[in-house]
T-cell receptor, first 113, second 112 residues
Framework: GNSVTQMEGPVTLSEEAFLTINCTYTATGYPSLFWYVQYPGEGLQLLLKATKADDKGSNKGFEATYRKETTSFHLEKGSVQVSDSAVYFCALNLNTNAGKSTFGDGTTLTVKP | DGGITQSPKYLFRKEGQNVTLSCEQN?????MYWYRQDPGQGLRLIYYSQIVNDFQKGDIAEGYSVSREKKESFPLTVTSAQKNPTAFYLCASSPRSNQPQHFGDGTRLSIL
């Protein structure tokens, strides 16, 4: 079956530190990959996406590259801010699943001033 | 602006009572989903619907029921058979493809 494994949290960083949150996947086929962000008390928002191998998704200073050879989609940001404190979810979709996503367990990031 | 509206934001249930959570979308998406999120946990799929008048059980459907009579609406009923209903409930929608899901702001259900 399909699965997404995320780096376990929580992750605590100082402001302006470099962020990496690891995500690897298993899928039967060629998935699209997503990172979502969830702020406290809110729903998930799409942060970035990549639909094929070697695509790089980017948004708000965050980046992730679709690596087919390592089945990975690691999230990175060069300099985090306190406002980046949130829960981050990695997810995949397959065309054959008609929109049904597989989500990782989420990684909680706390950025301290 | 298009989006997903969940109501109410907070809901309280008495013992033995059924409660219904509302989810409405104006994105013209075919597929809709209900997830449960417990504190510090990920998302667990309760039910999903890929087309009007059809829906499928997710991973934790016991104690819940849904209907999909209109494309834009997918209400979730938490029945008295759900013994531990306290959680954050999220509704989402998507096209029937490999596109991302769009989420509502959630309903927090508590037991009185």
């Amino acid at each position: 079956g399909n699965s997404v494994t995320q780096m376990e949290g929580p992750v605590t960083l100082s402001e302006e530190a470099f962020l990496t949150i690891n995500c690897t996947y298993t899928a039967t086929g060629y998935p699209s990959l997503f990172w979502y962000v969830q702020y406290p008390g809110e729903g998930l928002q799409l942060l970035l996406k990549a639909t094929k191998a070697d695509d790089k998704g980017s948004n708000k200073g965050f980046e992730a590259t679709y690596r087919k050879e390592t089945t990975s989609f690691h999230l990175e940001k060069g300099s985090v801010q306190v406002s980046d404190s949130a829960v981050y979810f990695c997810a995949l979709n397959l065309n054959t699943n008609a929109g049904k996503s597989t989500f990782g367990d989420g990684t909680t990031l706390t950025v301290k001033p | 602006d298009g989006g997903i509206t969940q109501s109410p934001k907070y809901l309280f249930r008495k013992e033995g009572q059924n409660v219904t959570l509302s989810c409405e979308q104006n994105l013209n998406h075919d597929a809709m989903y209900w997830y449960r999120q417990d504190p510090g946990q990920g998302l667990r799929l309760i039910y999903y619907s890929q087309i009007v008048n059809d829906f499928q059980k997710g991973d934790i459907a016991e104690g819940y029921s849904v209907s999909r009579e209109k494309k834009e609406s997918f209400p979730l009923t938490v029945t008295s058979a759900q013994k531990n209903p306290t959680a954050f409930y999220l509704c989402a929608s998507s096209p029937r493809s490999n596109q991302p899901q769009h989420f509502g702001d959630g309903t927090r259900l508590s037991i009185l």
